[in-house]
């Protein structure tokens, strides 16, 4: 069964994408994860103001149903974002429309949307697409999870998926995510897209704790181009069926729970953040000694987002001036003279004093990696924090430029 | 006499721009400018934490001397920052070399670098360019100011000067000046230098004073990148030529002064942006219907980083969505119901409601336009703010991936 979607390596689920023609290439576009009884749920959003219907819907779901959820239906081609009210009707008929044909309860089902801005949701072609999901749904398709995460696709090359387990009290609780990164059809802006599924048994504002942490290392640690989507959402629905203790918070069973958790998201993280729009690199950026957590994480976010980083190692440049300028920019404590910088196993600044080095030999390193480690210490705190990003490339020129609304 | 600088126009100022081969391209490389006599001096530097020697040695000078000045001694080709305590010495010789050869008191000369960081400064080179830019100042080329905003040039395109007049108390105060901008021999960031000259009679804090208000509207509102240089100075001297009134603060002199100083940063302020490395359009990005003119400029300066946004703008997308986008993840108070968007003669959005527009004919406005202006309204203060930008160009990634260090 390792063909399988990891979301349905989770005891209680099922999930399939189908096809109902929002993407022009007629691939899969319309993915729906379905628990075998109302499930705990949790999620976190983009904390863009201009909020997309389908993630003001789900705010407003998960106050009200106290977080259960059964259902997850999730588009490709459009956003619903800047709808206005016809969106927030559009979302609230996917809603039903799911739970009517999956005979699911009322406000059971998260809806969760990526493409295009601006543009009302071709509902016909939604209503098919959900018609459909539901009957294949319950056929072997179901099982496998066969198309879940290639349906949620939009110009992402690669489709995400991750597995982990770990033993909670002598159970041996699985979780599975899918996920989506940078791009759409008609590229507005890179959304991130992750559903998250587990068979632990945890309380909902138990498990919003744990993915609140889980995120805050993971997904909200990579960037690719700095902006944040309208539409961004991970959620995470938890089954029951490990039959486990209840996970309670500040407890050995917790911490392993969160610790597996998070190192499921960075897996999905890290292969959103290498399959970025038109990167070559993955590029880990880890601050060291700063004062605060917070103040590593800007550090390292501020090195992550400068274009003339991201070009200097697109271009193979150990460029380690712009890295310098771009912490030195940031806002964060730090001291010159106690700044240092390595570059994979090379180091170029040590307290602030630039060394030899052979700047043939790191860019030759540079171009046979496509996996690429900056460390910074600022010397002046205990504190510290990784970030993924990717290097910036013609391709994402083009990918921005060359498509249109 | 049109041809002459912009700097020597003004009263009680001579100029030149020399060749000491700091410039692979045999392209002029050091700039000299030197008052007729100890003049006021003021000078806004980089917020960097990394400040080059140049700016530490600068910022020292203007406490010591009281703000009087008499020269300024500019290299293109080589930063001097992250150069240690060499780069200390290095400045400080190029200061002492300055008043030696052109007979001037101790501490009365600024010096500027921009060029390529973490590399010692070719002395040899420099001293030899020192003794001939004062050499050649006491020709006519000093009185025209031949070559000196060549000098200051790195990948600059063109060279960027501004001449203005205004009336101070029935006397004609003359101020002009030069500025470079985005890129360097061995790009490693841009670096904006300006060097600014008038021959109003004001105390050097009143010269602060106006040289901070008008930079904080002009040079400070330009981006190509985002990134913020070790280097990036803006010098102004007063000669006193003009015999007006001295100018006193909060008087209505001071405020036509300062005025017309704003008007000449713009105009070199809208240049640097409009010659951004890879550049296509100049891009006018006005936020109004703010609460405060921070969160207007705070809006603004979002999407005038955005690669999203200005990848589309490359391409002649109307892709008002990323404008929105960036805009709702700026952290400044907005209500999305009430967000309005203009480009060019065309609405898109109004408050809150895509509008239904030709698309293919903004895209074709767009592709003759070198000039694109975006107006956001936020529908919930009275307070508005301008900022100057460039689209993102494959050209950009060119000139920052394929040079190296």
Redesign the interface.
């Known amino acids: 069964m390792e063909n399988n979607s990891p979301l349905t390596r989770v005891p209680g689920f099922r999930a399939v994408g189908v096809t109902c023609e929002l993407k022009t290439s007629g691939q899969p576009d319309l993915a729906l994860i379905l628990a075998d009884a109302p499930a705990a749920g949790a999620a976190i959003f983009t904390?863009?103001?201009?909020k997309a219907a389908p993630v003001l819907y789900d705010m407003a779901l998960l106050n009200k149903s106290g977080g259960r959820i059964q259902g997850v239906i999730i588009n490709a081609g459009n956003a619903n974002?800047?709808?206005?009210e016809q969106g927030m009707r559009d979302v609230t008929e996917m809603a039903r429309l799911t739970e009517a044909v999956c005979s699911l309860p009322k406000d059971s089902v998260f809806v969760m949307s990526t493409g295009?801005?601006?543009h009302k949701m071709p509902m016909d072609k939604i209503r098919r697409g959900i018609k459909e999901a539901a009957h294949v749904i319950k056929t072997e398709a179901g099982q496998t999870g066969q198309n879940a995460a290639r349906a949620i696709m939009t110009t992402d090359l690669v489709s995400k998926e991750a597995f982990a387990q770990c033993d909670i009290n002598g159970q041996t609780v699985s979780m599975g995510g899918i996920a989506k990164g940078s791009g759409m059809i008609h590229?507005?802006?890179?959304t991130m897209l992750s559903v998250l599924v587990t068979d632990a048994v945890i309380e909902p504002a138990v498990l919003a704790q744990s993915l609140k942490k889980a995120a805050s290392r993971t997904f909200n640690r990579i960037t690719v181009?700095?902006?944040?989507?309208?539409n961004d959402t991970v959620v995470i629905l938890a089954s029951d069926r490990a039959e486990n203790a209840p996970i309670e918070p500040d407890t050995p069973a917790f911490k392993t729970f969160t610790t597996t958790l998070t190192e499921l998201c960075a897996d999905l993280a890290k292969t959103i953040a290498r399959d970025g729009e038109g990167a070559t690199k993955l590029v880990e950026i880890t601050v060291t000694g700063a004062v605060t957590e917070a103040e590593a994480e800007t550090a390292a976010k501020t090195v992550a987002?400068?274009?003339?980083m991201k070009?200097?190692l697109?271009?193979n440049?150990?460029?380690?001036?712009?890295a310098?300028?771009?912490?030195?920019?940031s806002g964060v404590r730090?001291e010159?003279a106690q700044v240092s910088l390595r570059l994979g196993d090379f180091q170029l600044?040590k307290r602030?004093?630039?060394l030899n080095f052979d700047?043939a030999a790191v860019?030759r390193r540079l171009a046979a990696s496509t996996d690429v480690k900056i460390l910074i210490d600022l010397g002046v705190g205990p504190d510290w924090a990784t970030v993924w990003t990717c290097d910036?490339?013609?391709k994402?020129?083009?990918i921005?430029?060359?498509?249109?609304?």
Chains 1, 2 share one sequence.
């Open positions: 904390t863009n103001v201009f974002a800047v709808t206005g295009i801005i601006g590229p507005n802006m890179a181009d700095g902006d944040t989507s309208t987002t400068s274009p003339l070009t200097a697109f271009g440049d150990p460029n380690w001036g712009r310098l300028a771009a912490i030195g920019r730090l010159p600044v602030g004093e630039p700047g860019s910036f490339s013609y994402y020129i083009e921005n430029a060359e498509y249109h609304t």
